[in-house]
């Protein structure tokens, strides 16, 4: 694998070519860089090592976008040469999920807690102070959440296609059913149930399937102060992608080429895979039993984000327009045959692909990964 470091120096140079053409798109697309570009460096340059940029703290959720996001701090992470937390290689692309943050594996192989790394993008169940003990001072708290019925929709479909792991919609509903009885015996919610509260760290705080809702906004309560913004963090709103990433690129002080992107794990819209929805009555089922805390979550923080956008500075409206216009341009090159130059990037650069994990392992000369090691 030592081949890979020349890889790397061209990926490089290529990136900086593509970012230097959505640099003229995102450019012209706004008055403001237009001046910007006239009378001083760069965005590029201009964010290079003026302020420090904070340490970012991702709690990636399951089917809300997620992957997206993750793949845009990954080629932050690569543009700005920024270290990541990442998963030993028999965990792969966890820190511990489903079992506690950051997991025996991830412990042997970084150590205790040293405040050492930039970031934290793999999917792991929210400890703040756990995932704080591991990053640089002080974190960015950021995590998103999707409105239940579309995530719940995207998860059996997901784990049905990729996984085999159910036959129907009946079968789903009856694995939820099973976990929820075994759950009502005392044992420990994994995944499914509550997906998206799961991934926040409500069963670790105790919660369970059958928690009452004043319980369960005592949790909302918690989970506020970590995302509350601009202090501590954002939660971002998967309806509302591109106003979270706009309000985020203020705040993470990068440039906005870094945050173009192009949906990753887009199962909905494949016309080669057999997409299915749930039926009314499944769907209010699903809900009531297995969406009820995620139900309340997402509301909550659906109207946090509506707040947090009222109140957003001036320069936010024209940095959406301008990211909008750069994915634009990307999505139009994707769809090319061949895909063009702007594409080839993000086509390769899918945090779940090993290639492009162990580059960031050599960079940080931890041993890179194989597809042999166990899951
Ligand atoms: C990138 O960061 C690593 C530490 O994570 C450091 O050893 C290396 O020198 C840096 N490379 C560049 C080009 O700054
Ligand atoms: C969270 O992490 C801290 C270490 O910072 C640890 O003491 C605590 O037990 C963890 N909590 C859970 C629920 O895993
Ligand atoms: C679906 O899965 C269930 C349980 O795993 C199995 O009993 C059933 O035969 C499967 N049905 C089909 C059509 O594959
Ligand atoms: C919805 O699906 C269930 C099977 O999970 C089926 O029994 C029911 O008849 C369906 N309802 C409607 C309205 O189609
Ligand atoms: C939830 O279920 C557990 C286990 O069956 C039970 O001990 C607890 O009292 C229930 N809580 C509520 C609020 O119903
Ligand atoms: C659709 O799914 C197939 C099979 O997983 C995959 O090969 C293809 O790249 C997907 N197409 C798009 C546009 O994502
Ligand atoms: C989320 O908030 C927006 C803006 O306040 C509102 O228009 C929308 O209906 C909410 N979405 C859901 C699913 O409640
Ligand atoms: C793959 O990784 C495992 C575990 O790290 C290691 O034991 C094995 O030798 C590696 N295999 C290859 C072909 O590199």
């Known amino acids: 694998m030592a081949n890979l470091a020349p890889d790397y120096r061209w990926t490089l140079v290529q990136i900086l070519r593509i970012l230097s053409v959505v640099s003229v798109l995102v450019d012209a697309a706004s008055c403001d860089a237009c ?4 009378s001083g460096p760069s965005l590029l340059q201009r964010h290079r090592d003026v302020e420090p940029r904070p ?9 809300t976008g ?35 943050f950051p997991g025996q594996y991830n412990v042997d192989l970084h150590g205790p807690p040293a405040h ?8 792991a169940i929210l400890n703040a102070s756990g995932f704080a ?7 960015f708290f950021v995590s998103i959440l999707r ?21 129907s919609t009946k079968e789903y509903l009856a694995s939820l059913e099973t976990q929820l009885e075994k759950a009502s015996k005392g044992r420990r919610v994994r995944q499914f149930i509550n997906f998206q509260s799961y991934d926040l760290g409500f069963y670790e705080a105790g919660g369970m399937p059958n928690s009452t809702s004043s319980e369960v906004s005592e949790w909302i309560a918690s989970l506020d102060k970590t995302f509350s913004f601009p202090s501590a963090g954002l939660m971002l709103i998967t309806e509302y992608f591109d106003e979270g990433l706009a309000l985020l690129k203020g705040r993470l002080n990068v440039a906005l080429p870094a945050l173009t992107y192009t949906i990753q794990k887009d199962y909905q819209h494949n016309e080669s895979l ?11 089922w699903v809900l009531k039993h297995a969406a009820n805390v995620d139900m309340q979550l997402y509301h909550h923080f659906n109207r946090t984000f509506a707040k947090v956008w009222s109140k957003r500075g001036s320069s936010v409206d024209s940095d959406l327009r301008a990211l909008q216009d750069a994915n634009a341009a990307l999505s139009k090159d994707c769809e090319a045959t061949p895909p063009g130059p702007l594409c080839e990037k993000f086509a390769t650069s899918d945090p779940d692909r090993l290639l492009y994990a162990n580059l960031f392992r050599a960079r940080q000369g931890l041993k890179e990964c194989n597809d042999t090691a166990k899951h």
């Open 66 to 100: 997620g992957s997206t996001l993750a793949g845009i701090f990954f080629r932050l992470a690569e543009l700005h040469n920024l270290s990541i937390m990442m998963p030993s290689c028999e965990e792969k692309t966890r820190l511990g999920d489903p079992f506690a």
């Open 147 to 167: 409105e239940p019925k579309a995530q719940v929709a995207s998860t059996y479909n997901f784990y049905r296609i990729k996984f085999g792991k159910w036959n």
């Open 133 to 139: 003990s591991y990053l640089k001072p002080t974190p």
């Open 55 to 63: 340490s970012l703290a991702f709690c990636k959720t399951h089917k």
């Open 116 to 123: 050492q790394f930039d970031m934290i993008l793999h999917h």
């Open 35 to 38: 001046d910007e570009r006239v």
């Open 274 to 284: 057999s997409y299915e929805d749930l039926n009314d009555t499944e769907m209010s």
